[in-house]
């Protein structure tokens, strides 16, 4: 076995595991609305959640679309009842537990794997390591993006969870840890000579500058485009309401969240 696989599986089961976490909270959320009431946000909570267990069984799967969790993955969206005839506009709830049980069987047969070889059957979704989550690989420091996935997950967890203002700082925290690190790859005297102005941004470290003075070099590097402008005000002065009893909105923890997922895009553009 790799030396490199239990770390690797290790992560690939915290992260199944927040996974599962957020769509039992999701579910139970679902089951608890009235079937003749449209939550608009719950939906979108839960095609976010649908979008990011996807990613992970297509990674776990090798992005094979025959391999059996990716086929797991895709039944659970189509509910049958005790016929076996297919159902309907099944309840979003159903779909939500039916995904959850997929995730629940690729823990299995990751422990099954950390358990050692003798145990790994030939459906297994990984003989060899499983990958770890790829979704911070475009920083350029690698001991930061086990570091960024976990509090990425965290952050959905939060934000499921109605934390809102806890949500709204540890995406925060995200975004500023991703443009410091484009920033510091592309290096002070590569910024002077894009024309970045005097002030604040012309010396000292770049982690010195405050979180807005990044933002607006970063974009007049050309490392990110206009999207941070709706970044609402209290993330870009997150640190700044630690000791304070500010707390953030459903709204703007929201918007960080997008603005977060736009920068993604401008630092990976591959993605």
């Not at 990011?52 to 797991?72: E, F, M, P, V, Y």
């Amino acid at each position: 076995m790799d030396q490199s696989q239990p770390a690797q599986i290790a992560i690939y089961l915290t992260h199944l595991d927040a996974l599962i976490r957020r769509g039992l909270l999701l579910r139970d959320r679902l089951v608890s609305e009235s079937p003749n009431t449209t939550n608009g946000n719950a939906m979108a909570e839960t095609r976010a959640w649908q979008e990011d267990c996807g990613i992970t069984i297509n990674q776990l799967s090798g992005g094979s679309k025959s391999h059996w969790l990716a086929r797991a993955f895709s039944g659970a969206f189509l509910m049958r009842s005790p016929s076996g005839q297919a159902v309907e506009a099944a309840p979003p709830a159903d779909i939500v537990q039916g995904l959850i049980d997929v995730l629940k069987q690729a823990v299995s047969t990751l422990s099954a794997v950390d358990s050692g070889p003798a145990s790994v059957s030939a459906n297994s979704p990984a003989s060899t390591a499983a990958p770890p989550p790829h979704r911070f690989d475009f920083v350029h420091n690698p001991g930061l993006r086990p570091v960024l996935e976990k509090a990425y997950i965290d952050s959905r967890i939060a934000f499921d969870q109605s934390a809102y203002d806890e949500a709204l700082r540890t995406t925060s925290g995200i975004l500023e840890a991703i443009i410091t690190d484009a920033l510091e790859f592309r290096g002070l005297p590569a910024l002077a000579a894009a024309g970045i102005p005097s002030g604040e941004a012309a010396g000292g470290r770049i982690s010195d500058w405050s979180f807005n003075t990044r933002l607006a070099v970063a974009e007049q590097a050309g490392l990110i485009r206009a999207g941070a402008a709706r970044l609402p005000a209290i993330a870009r002065t997150y640190r700044d309401h630690e000791d304070d009893d500010t707390q953030a909105t459903e709204r703007e923890a929201k918007q960080a969240a997008q603005v977060l997922h736009v920068i993604m895009r401008d630092l990976d553009p591959g993605r």
